[in-house]
């Protein structure tokens, strides 16, 4: 049983955590209210937005026998609504300001986050106060039924339709005997929830979502005084409950288990699991860097082992997975074509052999500790990510004042100590060894929280202006100066993309950049990679159709040392032979992979056949397995000398240093770069419309369609792109938008649904995608299709164009919390000749949208009667939806034609 909270606690305790030695600290207030409610308070006047994360110490060990899959449910139906907010209301009320909220659930708790304006947090607060207060009463069966179907939707879409989804869930039944609160999955037996009723659901309720259960984590622009006003109104005049009874752990003794899975994959998997130490408790921190060692980075033990020098495998992954009870161990392996898995387990035993016998070496901790220490500091920059945190290492340690426990644990690992707990852990005698192989919720008195706050007039928002400056080899710099962050990033932008890949070569341009880490200046792939990590570095580089980025990530204290490696893999990228060998070999085995998901199928069908095989728009970025192996290094070479140079490309900066100090550093680690690319000519890009076209990609018993429309919008620079940006959110932008309540919330047939509308110089589309349950395939379609027709229809209400406006007003302010989502706003504003201020003046004009306007433009920019319809699944279920919608009879894409986007077909076919 856990010791419950003593209620002199709750006087307030002002504790300040050093979330990084010296660098910077997280003020909090921490303290707890009569009815054993933990709160816990932080301001962050930086932004006006503000977070709040309500954790409840109930998961799914906490569930009764037969009742698994409870905690799961119950996060899904908090959402069903209460008296005072009815069905819907919740996401309403706080979209309309802008705000988002979203929950999870794992085997240790159900937290609930939302976050938004500042002047919305008042509004936050009550709507959880409420629900926590009555949600319990409101239950009935429909509200049962429709959150049991959208659960079983949601493991339909992520555990029967994701490769390797179903040897994850198997994991805890594996590792657990049946009466160990860990001995089932997170979603729970559907048999279980079949038979769940409304009693089972409300007794839940009572036992669990109670005051004393819960910590609530409040962070952002707020001054302490009227949050904890608010509070103690709304949550501490809530009756303290029963403390909720804890499971009893039994005890067992785990041999070694061999399990074989068949599933739908492309690639052959290998899976080790081990019982390792509950989290914060002896051995967690040695396992934490353990797993670095084996797994992160082409250097690291196994990578380099099993990708780089036996080929066996394409992918390598260690985690320590730390829970309260007791943790469990990973290590996961993604095998290359071919290659045998007694091979691999073999391999994997040895360098584990090694690993207790001499490792890991000082620098091997000292490399994993400094990545550690940025994942620390990138954490505190989020509020919604804060809050998460504080609360977190609350339950776990029973003060949010986790940085300094987690960084402190980390430093004091030794090798000797790392080595003994490796030798502890990794016994080749207790493990499972899991093999998937391919398929050949009315008080009498006034109460409190009958009223809903009014939400406020949001804070002015303006911007981030950069500070701009040129360096001598004509590089130009744009610097956003963010105070308090130990970290500079920066991100090099050339518009020069896989628009330009030769023809028969695409993934020329994705490579190279790729290629820029594998060996640059004086030191190979693996010296390149180590001394990254020495220093809390992290490079990284990739390409679009328009664009190449190479950026960079350190702790500020190590720019100046980093700072040569950026130049190196800008300038001196070695582009060796076997580099190249083994980036095309593990890209292609990622082609392979990615081919096997409905997702990505569906949009690689669908742009090739809405742009056309010949625009750089229908071609995929990162190639196919007809274009990949035809790459040779000249044409890397020619991609690097037409893509980067300081002449054609921009450097945004953002960090704490002064405008000088990095003015300083960047002349003395940049100035000397040259190059011979010139700055890229902006081309429009061009789609001709032609009625709607449906496509159909044959999988054979597929237990969901993937449906995916894309449609013409108008382009980048049309005087209607505000208006349809309104209607795209309207319809498929949030979760109270159009589809997902319709297909989702009420018929039962999706998980989720999405639009999004893109504008490009030349050219705009609308995508539309859902992946629908397979026998409501024909429904759906008549849902999405009268969807369609109603925008079109005119009948946009004004409340639904500002919520638009609001929730595309707080994610793009939200986004420019981290320094990474400063550097991709601006690098993306960049890449259509824009800057930043672009961003106010886009929010300015979707805030002047008026329904009248947006449906008026609506009705003349939507063209949903032409364009593409993809539909990924079974074929014989899909002509039978299409005929059932009155849509055109579907064409079966080509072997061939899928073939040459490197996409999966069948086993039968593949076999050919």
Known sequence: MLRPVAKTLSAAIILCAAAIASAQSIQFEKYVLPNGMTVILHEDHSLPVAAVNLWYKVGSKDEPPRRSGFAHLFEHLMFMGTKRVPNGRFDTIMEAAGGSNNASTAEDRTDYYESGPSNLLPTLLWLEADRLETLGRGIDQKKLDLQRDVVKN?????????????????????????????????????????????????DFFA???????????????????????????????????????????????????????????PQAKLTMVWHSPAR????????????????????????KR???????????????????????????????????????????????????????????????????????????????????????????????????????DLRAVSPARAREQARKTFDPDARLILSVIPEAEAAQEPNPRDVQPNIGTSSAFTAPVPVDFTLKNGLKVHYFERKGVPLVSMALLSRHGAAEDPTGKTGTTSLMAELLSAGAGSRGSEAFESELDRLGASFGA?????????????????????????????????????????????RLADLAQEANEPGALANKVASEAFFGAGSPLGRPVSGTPTTVPAIERTDIEAAYKRTLGPAASELFVAGGLSVDAL????????????????????????????????????????????????????PLGDANRAAVQSAATALGGSFTSRLVQNIREDKGYAYGASARYSALPGVGYMSVASDVRADATGPALKEFLKEFERLRGGDLTPEEVTKSAQLRRAAAIESLGTLGGLLSQATGYATNDQTLAQLGEDLNALSALNAGGVNAATKLALQSDQGVLVLVGDRATIEKALAEAGLPTGEVVKSEVLRSLGLWVSPKDLAT
Request: net charge negative; hydrophobic share 40%.
């Open 154 to 202: 949601e493991r339909r879409q992520n555990t029967e339709n994701t490769p390797y989804g179903q040897a994850g869930e198997a994991i805890n039944a594996l590792m657990f005997p049946s009466n160990h609160p860990y001995g089932h999955s997170v979603i729970g037996s559907m048999a279980d929830l079949n038979n769940a009723t409304v009693a089972d659901v409300q």
């Open 207 to 265: 036992t669990y979502y109670v005051p004393n259960n819960a910590i609530l984590a409040v962070v952002g622009d707020f001054k302490s005084e009227d949050v904890k006003a608010q509070i103690a109104k709304l949550f501490g005049t809530l009756p303290r409950k029963n403390d909720p009874p804890r499971p009893l752990l039994p005890a067992f003794e785990f041999k070694t288990k061999r399990v074989t899975m068949v599933d739908r994959v």
């Open 280 to 303: 914060f408790k002896p051995g967690d921190a040695e396992l934490d860097l353990l797993a670095s060692t084996l797994s992160s980075g082409v250097s690291s033990r196994l990578y």
């Open 306 to 408: 099993l990708v780089v020098n036996d080929k066996l495998a394409t992918d390598v992954s260690a985690y320590q997975e730390s829970r309260y009870l007791s943790s469990l161990f990973n290590l996961e392996v993604v095998a290359a074509e071919g290659a045998d898995l007694a091979k691999i387990e073999a391999a994997v035993d040895d360098e584990l052999r090694k690993l207790k016998v001499s490792g890991p070496t000082a620098d091997e901790l000292e490399r994993a500790r400094a990545q550690a220490e940025v994942a620390v500091a990138s954490s505190t920059q989020s509020v919604t990510r804060l809050a998460s945190d504080l609360t977190e290492f609350e339950f776990y340690i029973g003060t949010p004042d986790g940085y300094t426990r987690y960084l402190s």
């Open 542 to 586: 990739g390409a679009s159709t328009r664009t190449t980025t190479a950026s960079l990530t350190v702790l500020e204290r190590n720019l100046s040392k980093a700072l040569p490696l950026f130049l190196d893999a800008l300038s001196k990228p070695r582009f060796e032979a076997d580099e190249i060998d083994r980036a095309k070999r593990v």
């Open 663 to 714: 003015k300083a550093e960047l002349e003395k680690g940049l100035g000397s770069w040259t190059g011979t690319a010139t700055p890229a000519a902006s081309t429009p890009f061009t789609v001709t419309p032609k009625p709607l076209r449906v496509l159909i990609v044959d999988r054979p018993d597929a237990v969901q369609t993937n449906v995916r429309f894309l449609f013409p919008a108008p």
